[in-house]
């Protein structure tokens, strides 16, 4: 019974990079909807640690931020039972396919990613071919569990563009192989911008602390980086356009309190900014609070995790080694 209700729902999947703690964007902008999907959806998700060492990484720290990763899934709410929890390095296939389509990427498409230029004028002295192929490791984190949806930001979606190309373009080839994910756009594409420059997104390199919230603040550093957040000089809770500073403030408060920006703008009427960020500091320690104090339970139990893991890879590669395998076989690799 449970089994025929998991093959009916649509298969989502998305994966995101063990690049130390995630910030209160990434978590309103991603994290947060992956919980809220996890309940309609058959859900893959996968810490993406290859991923990770397109850029130079220090070992031990890849490590330990690998499990912070994990971890974190378990905090915002995935269940390991329900939904698929993996670690991508642990499921081989991945590295697998990602070589078969490197030979269906073309050099010309792969060379247009903008991420791929951005990144390479960054690290100038490492501008190494994974970071090129990149997008080909995506596709086959995507089209090895034959997802219908992927949810990505901005900032993955010509990615996701790319795998579908190389998708199709392999099933011009071989007849019907991979399904064509769609992108998934969630209800609210939360984009959230610096507390202390709004016009650009809140990151967890900025070298101002004051400027990002870290999954993991506690409260009173919480309320403190929302006291001093960037506003304009009107003191009137409205949103409305160049009005970046308040407009974020608004969507972060939106975000955690499932209220429309009238809805808010008539709770604060007459109130001015102090009351506001005061509002909005104490709406994300009220939703941050339990993600951190699940995640610090979990990560004293390595054991646990451990165990975890070790479940969600051989459950993600039951799905994955089907679709190598038949992807081996349409390519005409001998099998013996
Ligand atoms: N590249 C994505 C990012 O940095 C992470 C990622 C890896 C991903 N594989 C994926 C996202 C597959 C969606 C689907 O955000």
Not at 34 to 52: I, S, T, Y
Not at 77 to 92: A, E, K, M, N, Y
Not at 102 to 123: L, W
Request: with cysteine.
């Amino acid at each position: 019974m449970k089994m025929q209700m998991m093959e009916n729902k649509k298969r989502i999947l998305s994966a995101i990079q063990p690049s130390g703690l995630p910030t209160l964007g990434n978590y309103l902008g991603a994290l947060k909807n992956w919980a809220g999907m996890a309940r309609e959806f058959d859900c893959f998700f996968a810490v993406a640690d290859l991923h990770a060492i397109t850029v130079r990484q220090d070992p031990a720290l890849l490590k330990k931020q690998t499990l912070q990763m994990y971890a974190l899934l378990l905090a915002i709410g995935l269940d390991p039972q329900r939904d698929t929890l993996f670690i991508q390095s642990h499921v081989p296939e991945h590295s697998q396919l990602a070589w078969i389509l490197n030979c269906y990427a073309q050099f010309g498409e792969m060379s247009r990613m903008t991420q791929f230029k951005d990144k390479s004028s960054v690290y100038t002295d490492n501008i190494n071919v994974g970071l090129f192929a990149y997008p080909a490791l995506m596709a086959a984190d995507i089209l090895l569990y034959q997802a219908d949806f992927v949810p990505v930001g901005a900032d993955q979606k010509q990615h996701l563009e790319i795998t579908r190309d190389i998708a199709a373009r392999f099933n011009g080839i071989y007849g019907d192989v991979f399904k064509v994910p769609e992108p998934y756009i969630g209800k609210q594409g939360a984009r959230i911008m610096s507390l202390q420059d709004p016009s650009r997104k809140m990151s967890k390199s900025d070298e101002n602390l004051k400027s990002f919230i870290s999954i993991l603040d506690k409260p009173d550093s919480i309320m403190k980086k929302f006291k001093s957040a960037v506003t304009d000089s009107q003191a009137q809770v409205k949103y409305s356009p160049g009005k970046d500073g308040i407009n974020n403030l608004m969507n972060i408060y939106s975000c955690c309190r499932g209220k429309d920006y009238e809805e808010i703008e008539k709770e604060f009427e007459g109130r001015g900014y102090g009351d506001f960020k005061v509002a909005v500091a104490q709406a994300v320690i009220e939703e941050l609070q339990p993600v951190s104090e699940r995640f610090e339970r979990l990560i004293d139990d390595k054991a646990y995790l451990e165990q975890c893991a070790r479940q969600g890879a051989q459950k993600a590669q039951m799905t994955a080694s089907r679709t190598l395998e038949q992807v081996m076989k349409k390519v005409g690799f001998y099998k013996i």
